[in-house]
T-cell receptor, first 114, second 110 residues
Framework: KAGVTQTPRYLIKTRGQQVTLSCSPISGHRSVSWYQQTPGQGLQFLFEYFSETQRNKGNFPGRFSGRQFSNSRSEMNVSTLELGDSALYLC?????????????FGQGTRLTVV | KQEVTQIPAALSVPEGENLVLNCSFTDSAIYNLQWFRQDPGKGLTSLLLIQSSQREQTSGRLNASLDKSSGRSTLYIAASQPGDSATYLCARSNDYKLSFGAGTTVTVRA
């Protein structure tokens, strides 16, 4: 059974550019969420999607956006990149919502902004 | 404010010793509590999920307990091995998101 797949694994971008990261959940999982991990702030929640609907959003500027497609694959976009956006971006998927919702994470996309 | 705290931040033990990792949270309104392992530069691996209606879960050498009334969860790793060296994170679930602690970095010395 394939796990959560994130592409690309590594990215180097220049300040001011935009970037799109992709996440393919485990087959059958309809909930996809995104997290940013940095050494200073730890793991912070970005947003969560279920059946193409965003149900919750973290405290990030509007430059961070996401979407989910009908096949549950998700993308997140960061526009006008800043140096502080350098981080490991992690995607998680889960089969159900509520207390049985075990989250499974991908290997992440390492974004470096120069 | 929902907060998750993990103590200690780092732990070094000799091989064979039992590990006890602590996680506390400020809001008892949780769906579940999940423990993860993270190796350097990698994603998170789910270790155990404790539903809010449960008090503990076990998998092999791992046992996790949950006490909602006191807002605490503990992960026990029996007979530690060098391969257990990693960062361990706990996360509480509610409002369709996980709130993470900062993690405990464990080093098991051979």
């Amino acid at each position: 059974k394939a796990g959560v797949t994130q592409t690309p694994r590594y990215l180097i971008k220049t300040r001011g550019q935009q970037v799109t990261l992709s996440c393919s959940p485990i087959s059958g999982h309809r909930s996809v969420s995104w997290y940013q991990q940095t050494p200073g702030q730890g793991l912070q929640f970005l947003f969560e999607y279920f059946s193409e609907t965003q149900r919750n959003k973290g405290n990030f500027p509007g430059r961070f956006s996401g979407r989910q497609f009908s096949n549950s694959r998700s993308e997140m976009n960061v526009s006008t990149l800043e140096l502080g956006d350098s981080a490991l971006y992690l995607c998680a998927s889960s089969l159900e919502t509520g207390e049985r919702a075990e989250a499974f994470f991908g290997q992440g996309t390492r974004l470096t902004v120069v | 404010k929902q907060e998750v705290t993990q103590i200690p931040a780092a732990l070094s033990v000799p091989e064979g010793e039992n590990l006890v990792l602590n996680c506390s949270f400020t809001d008892s309104a949780i769906y579940n509590l999940q423990w993860f392992r993270q190796d350097p530069g990698k994603g998170l691996t789910s270790l155990l999920l404790i539903q809010s209606s449960q008090r503990e879960q076990t998998s092999g050498r791992l046992n996790a307990s949950l006490d909602k009334s006191s807002g605490r969860s503990t992960l026990y790793i029996a007979a530690s091995q060098p391969g257990d060296s990693a960062t361990y994170l706990c996360a509480r679930s509610n409002d369709y998101k996980l709130s993470f602690g900062a993690g405990t970095t464990v080093t098991v010395r051979a």
